[in-house]
């Protein structure tokens, strides 16, 4: 049993060891065994215990009936650092992470300042995120009208090791990432090609709506349906319906074939979810990701001024609800990210209540385990389900085929949890969020305690502490 090189990695002083349950998460189901870790990676993934009632090599860790899973893969994160790490930042970000499971987070390129769209300001992030990263981090570029025709500053981009690019075709609220028109997607689809990594689009084109034109009696801004007009599924629709097109590239033969489309954070359970079919079937190489929000909450629940739900797109009413949970369990929808976008508690306008004036972002990082497993458990989601949409699936988004299960020669990233266990989210509950208060999850009862997080090997935590260093290391695409 080798020491550690840096024992401050994890709360574990162990180089090999064995993690047994009645209930580890395979890719080929449920098994009650034992997982071998030795130098971070999973060596072996063995059903029953015999082979190793004498483990002499190293340490044995039994959970006993607890659930061993593959880590999460959250790949819509926004951390904000640097330039808004007031709203939330790499530590508090990725100690969050640690504490709710997430092993490998990807970070969007807004939000931050300045925005990562070149080589230099990828940098700048990467200097942000030295040494101070809980779990593994991958980072998202912008795809913006700036570097969108300029091919030698997009590859600069992708060569200095962002996984993939992220684009808006709305306004996103950040100044400086402006949103791109189908022709700029297209040349980012035909850049992206060649290094086979993903655009991912914030699928929204503005439209003009109803709920900003009655003069005679001003809609309240307090109440929940006046936002909700305000960004109708038609946009949602309007935006897919351009993706069609330019997903037409991504096919065998096309001018982008290697690249992909990725549209992130559907909440239109109707036209878009039909379209986004079409395109599957029409041999485009498409996915689609939900979040939590939009499959836990629906607009009847949301109260007045409570702007905690604000986010774009809207969650909807309860019907779209229920048929997103279906599209979800029907295999429509490819994965789930939580589109962690916290910002400064003031603007989220609290006092005033006001939803057409407050930050749009759900907070909900730390939670995404709970929160998918407490709402969907009452829609049947199973927990293998729960690794292919948070684990498997977003790993290979992301081009990480060393994670996202757990079979042999994969890194042991790796959460324990009680299914069973519920609590309160509440004040007394430990959050590490910069700003637990927005968290639009904050005063429900939860089912589902992380008991301990490893990032490849480290035990990054356990029981309700974390490990004292940061040991998460930046992920960077290979050539
Ligand atoms: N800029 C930003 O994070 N916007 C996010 N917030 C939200 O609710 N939807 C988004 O795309
Ligand atoms: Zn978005
Ligand atoms: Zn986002």
């Not at 840096?6 to 162990?14: A, D, E, I, R």
């Not at 990807?106 to 931050?112: A, F």
């Not at 385990?369 to 992301?398: D, I, M």
């Not at 356990?462 to 050539?479: E, M, N, R, T, W």
């Amino acid at each position: 049993d080798k020491p550690l090189p840096n024992s401050q990695c994890s709360l574990l002083p162990h180089d090999q060891y064995l993690i047994r349950s009645k209930r580890i998460i395979t890719p080929e189901g449920v098994i009650a065994g034992s997982v071998e870790v030795k130098g971070g990676i999973i060596v072996s993934v063995a059903e029953g215990g015999d082979q190793f009632s004498d483990y002499s090599q190293g340490y044995i860790l039994d959970y006993g009936d607890a659930v061993v899973m593959p880590g999460l893969v959250d790949i819509h994160v926004h951390l904000n650092d640097p330039g808004r790490t007031e709203w939330e930042d790499f530590t508090t970000g990725t100690k969050a992470a640690a504490a709710g499971g997430i092993t490998t987070l990807i970070d969007m390129p807004l939000n931050c300042f300045p925005t990562v769209v070149s080589e230099e300001t990828f940098r700048l992030k990467l200097e942000a995120a030295r040494n101070r990263l809980h779990v593994d981090v991958g980072f998202w570029g912008g795809l913006v009208p700036e570097n969108a025709f300029n091919r030698s500053a997009l590859e600069s981009l992708l060569d200095a090791g962002v996984l993939g690019l992220k684009s808006f075709m709305c306004p996103s609220g950040i100044d400086d990432f402006p949103m791109t028109n189908a022709t700029h997607i297209k040349e980012g689809l035909h850049v992206l090609a060649k290094y086979k990594r993903p655009l991912l689009v914030h699928s929204e084109i503005a439209l003009d709506s109803e709920g900003s034109t009655d003069k005679a009696s001003p809609p309240d801004p307090r109440s929940y349906s006046t936002y909700l007009k305000t960004r109708p599924p038609s946009w949602e629709e309007a935006a897919i319906s351009e993706l069609y097109k330019v997903a037409q590239d991504t096919r065998v033969g096309g001018r982008a074939e290697g690249a992909h489309l990725h549209i992130v954070h559907l909440s239109d359970a109707w036209k878009s979810l039909g379209i986004i079919k079409e395109a599957k079937e029409s041999g485009a190489s498409l996915s689609v990701e939900t979040c939590p929000h939009y499959l836990a909450f629906s607009a009847e629940q949301i109260k007045d001024g409570d702007t905690r739900f604000k986010c774009a797109p809207p969650i909807r009413d309860e019907v779209n609800r229920n048929k997103l949970r279906q599209a979800l369990m029907d295999g429509h929808i490819d994965l789930l990210s939580s589109d962690h976008s916290p910002s400064a508690p003031e603007l989220k306008l609290f006092d005033q209540g006001d939803f057409l004036r407050a930050w749009g972002g759900i907070s909900s990082l730390q939670f995404d385990l709970p929160v998918t497993w407490s709402y969907g458990k009452s829609f049947g989601v199973t927990l293998n389900q729960l690794a292919t949409w948070w684990s498997e699936r977003p790993a290979k988004l992301a081009g990480q085929e060393l994670k996202g299960a757990i079979s042999g020669g994969k890194h042991a990233d790796i959460v324990v949890w009680d299914p069973d266990e519920e609590f309160e989210l509440n004040e007394n509950y430990t959050t590490y969020l910069k700003h637990p208060n927005i968290s639009a999850y904050m005063g429900t009862r939860l089912s589902g305690k992380v008991m301990a997080t490893f990032v490849r090997g480290n035990l990054v935590y356990s029981d309700g502490k974390l490990a004292p260093a940061a040991c998460g290391v930046p992920i960077l695409a290979k050539q």
